[in-house]
């Protein structure tokens, strides 16, 4: 069955690093992929969408890149902020249905 | 405001009780959704609906039920027969192109809570 896989442990990173989560998927071959932020008791919302056939996108200090070939997606934070202080979520569509899976999100905390 | 409201906030069930959790979109979209967030989980999805009138099991549907009468609201009743109703609950939705590259918007959540 399809599975996403994200870093089930909190990143602390000192503020103004970049911060870089992973996101693996199994069985499977997307034909995009999605990153959400979701702050604590909230909804999440919506940041990037990748499609198969770019290699890297871009908005403002986040950056995504996807390796088909891995299986793998980073999502990038530069010059990071305490206020991006979130858990991250990854999502894939399933193939032939409106259905999208989701990661169990990685926790990042950005430290003044 | 364009966007998806659910409500309550809060929702507090008694054993055996059934409730109802709301939610609307004024977004026009088509398809919608409700998922299920558990501490130290990911998002699992309940029921889905892609048009009105017509809505799909997710992975766990057991013990919830939905409709889709109308293309703006998509209520989710947590039935008796839900053992484990505690949790974080998210309603979504999208316009539905399926490969097309959809965004979904969420709403705020109910945290549903037994006493």
């Known amino acids: 069955s399809q599975k996403i896989e994200q870093n089930s442990e909190a990143l602390n990173i000192q503020e103004g690093k970049t911060a870089t989560l992973t996101c693996n998927y199994t069985n499977y071959s997307p034909a995009y992929l999605q990153w959400y932020r979701q702050d604590p008791g909230r909804g999440p919302v919506f940041l990037l969408l990748?499609?198969?056939?770019?290699k890297e996108k871009r908005k403002e200090r986040l950056k995504v890149t996807f390796d088909t070939t891995l299986k793998q997606s980073l999502f990038h934070i530069t010059a990071s902020q305490p206020a991006d202080s979130a858990t991250y979520l990854c999502a894939l569509p399933t193939s032939g249905t409106y259905k999208y899976i989701f990661g169990t999100g990685t926790r990042l905390k950005v430290l003044a | 405001d364009g966007g998806i409201t659910q409500s309550p906030k809060y929702l507090f069930r008694k054993e055996g009780q059934n409730v109802t959790l709301s939610c609307e979109q004024n977004l026009n979209h088509d398809a919608m959704y409700w998922y299920r967030q558990d501490p130290g989980q990911g998002l699992r999805l309940i029921y889905y609906s892609q048009i009105v009138n017509d809505f799909q099991k997710g992975d766990i549907a057991e013990g919830y039920s939905v409709s889709r009468e109308k293309k703006e609201s998509f209520p989710l009743t947590v039935t008796s027969a839900q053992k484990n109703p505690t949790a974080f609950y998210l309603c979504?939705?999208?316009?539905?192109?399926?490969?097309?590259?959809?965004?979904?918007?969420f709403g705020p959540g109910t945290r549903l809570l037994v006493l």
């Open positions: 990748i499609r198969e056939n770019e």
């Open positions: 979504a939705s999208s316009t539905g192109g399926g490969t097309a590259g959809e965004t979904q918007y």
